[in-house]
Structure formats: C-alpha cells, structure tokens
C-alpha cells in the first residue's frame, strides 16, 4: 500500500481526513506521515516503513516491509535487524552504516503500515497518537499505555467504533446508520472506581478514544473574586453556584443588571441574557442553568459605589468632627 501523505494536527492528534480514511476504508490503513506516530515507537514484523534519505537514492522515499524474521533488506548496507528498535534507534543505526557511503548522511523513517489494526487517541491525552493493538486490550489498559488524560481533560471520554467491528456493549451507546459507526460517553470517575467496571470494554480495531479539554464557565466584574469555573460532569451550573464559587457579590455589584453572555453558534458574537438575581434570591424566579463557556457579568453600582465611598469618607472623619465639636 502507498504511504498517505496527510497533516497532523500539534500535540500529536490527527486529521478527520486519517480517520475517516481508517474508519470507513478496507483493509489495514497507511499510518499518516510526520507527527502521528511517536518516534518510540517500537518496529516489529510486517510494519512497512518508508526512508527517507537525500544523500542515498538507493532508498530514498521507498517502501520496506519488515519481514517475518524481523529484518529489512536495503541497498548499500543489506539485511539488518529492524523489530524490537523504535523508529528513532533505526534512525540512528542508518546514519552510522551509512557514513561508510556518503557524508554526513540524513535518515528519516516514517511508518507507512501498521504490523496490526491500530485504535486512535486523539484529544487532551498524555501521548495521543495511533497505537497497535495487539491482542485483546481493555480501555483502562490503553488509558494506561497511553499515559492517561492531561489535568485540564474533561472527565468524560468517548469511543467511536465502526459498525463492522459490531455494537459497542454498553447500554447508552448510540448507532449512527448514516455514517456507520456507534459511539458512547463514558465517565472517568464511573471507569476508575469500579473494581470490574461495565466500561471497561474491549477496545476494538479502528476505535477512536477522543478526549476534549474540560469544559469551563466564568464569572465576571463585581465579585469577591473573577473565576473560571470547571464544569467536570456536570452538564450545567447554576447562576447562585457560580456566583457562590466565586466568592460572592460585592458590596457595590448591581443586583439589577446581571447578565449572561453566551456564545452564539458559528460566530464570535454573544448573546446578553438578562438576570433576575434578586427574584432568584428571593425565590420569586427559577435559578439559571449556565451552559460551558457561558460569561456571567455582574456590573457595578455607580449610585452603590458613591455611598460606599462617601460613608468610607465620614467613617474615616468622625474622630476629627467629635473632637473638633468638643473644642467649641
């Protein structure tokens, strides 16, 4: 098979172009050119690799199928053992044999085919990428082997598998006929604390285990303290939570004219919605749900403001005026 020359995205996660290509495509997939795969990757029999080399066109830019011993053959320097070095160490190996041919010689490998079927992690991971599975692999052993999630990820991971590969077994997947693949969201905090949890399922040829970066609201002007807020599993949180977790008002904030801003989709506008904090507080009026990325702005009271500073004003003179009273 031909190596597939694609973009990646920093960080190590791939383009919808690979995926899509690996999902709904036949046969093993070409593993994408560049950042995709970790340069520790470690080779093994029938991994094909392409080389790249400006100084040696006897190899440059062709395929090599590692076979089922284990060794490449490649012109100038013959057969030499490839499985069980990562794509680095034969990087290295290649140099060094071929500094006997040319000067000061360059070597780049890239993986052009995957020895197995691989599964994707792609999102706020440790070390996203594609990664072999070899066997039977369970979730949280992938999880492990990837290095886990970053601190800022969500709690919630999901999997998304092919309809070929059969129905993910868990009772809240959902199956989407039109672009043949289910997918389910599961809960970290569900797949840690079990000993034997229902979620840890067998992870499947072709997956893709995607996690997004935790979801936050924020809260704004006249609070004990401006925070961005970390939703976790919750979906929302409310208008007095937020303000709660934020410290609170402040003695000139303007209960009357609280708002939220919200993102209006597919563009870089947002939407003001008015507040009844005081009805709330009161428990006139419903409580209101903020939604990620949802700004809640509580704004200054001039009138406030003013009284506080001239009470703050005769507080700090009232030892002069009583003394100045006593005199006459």
């Known amino acids: 098979m031909p190596a597939t020359r694609v973009l990646a995205w920093s960080g190590g996660g791939l383009l919808w172009l690979v995926l899509a290509s690996c999902l709904f495509g036949q046969g093993q997939p070409p593993a994408p050119v560049g950042l995709a795969v970790r340069p520790d990757y470690i080779l093994g029999s029938n991994d094909q690799i392409l080389i790249r080399s400006a100084q040696v066109a006897e190899i440059s830019d062709r395929p090599f199928r590692i076979d089922t011993d284990g060794f490449i053959e490649l012109p100038l320097v013959g057969r030499i053992k490839a499985a069980g070095m ?47 599975l070899q066997g039977g692999r369970s979730l949280i052993e992938m999880l492990s082997y990837v290095g886990g999630l970053q601190p800022n990820a969500s709690r919630r991971i999901r999997i998304t598998r092919r309809t ?6 868990l009772p809240n997947a959902v199956q989407d006929a039109e672009k043949k693949v289910s997918t389910v969201d599961i ?48 979906n929302s949180i409310s208008v007095t939570q937020a ?5 609170g008002l402040t003695p000139t904030a303007n209960r009357d004219k609280v708002r939220v801003l919200r993102p209006v989709l597919g563009t870089n506008r947002r939407a003001q919605i008015e507040i009844d904090l005081k009805g709330v507080l009161a428990g006139r009026a419903r409580d209101f749900p903020l939604l990620p990325n949802d700004v ?12 506080l500073a001239f009470g703050t004003s005769m507080a700090a003179s009232l030892p002069y005026i009583i003394v100045t009273a006593l005199l006459r």
């Open 243 to 247: 303000l709660a977790e934020a410290g």
């Open 164 to 169: 070929e590969s059969g129905p993910i077994p």
């Open 187 to 234: 809960s970290l905090e569900r797949l840690t604390e079990s000993v034997n949890p229902e979620e840890d399922i067998i992870l499947k040829p072709f997956d893709v285990v995607s996690a997004e970066r935790a979801e936050r609201v924020y809260v704004t002007g006249d609070v004990t303290r401006a925070s961005s807020i970390e939703l976790g599993e919750r």
């Open 86 to 132: 990562t794509i680095q160490a034969l990087e290295t190996d290649l140099v060094s044999r071929f500094r006997e041919y040319v000067r000061n010689p360059q070597v780049f490998i890239t993986l052009t085919q995957f020895r197995s079927e691989p599964v994707f992690f792609m999102g706020a991971f440790r070390t996203p990428g594609i990664y072999p």
């Open 296 to 307: 809640l702005f509580v704004p200054r009271s001039g009138a406030r403001t003013t009284a």
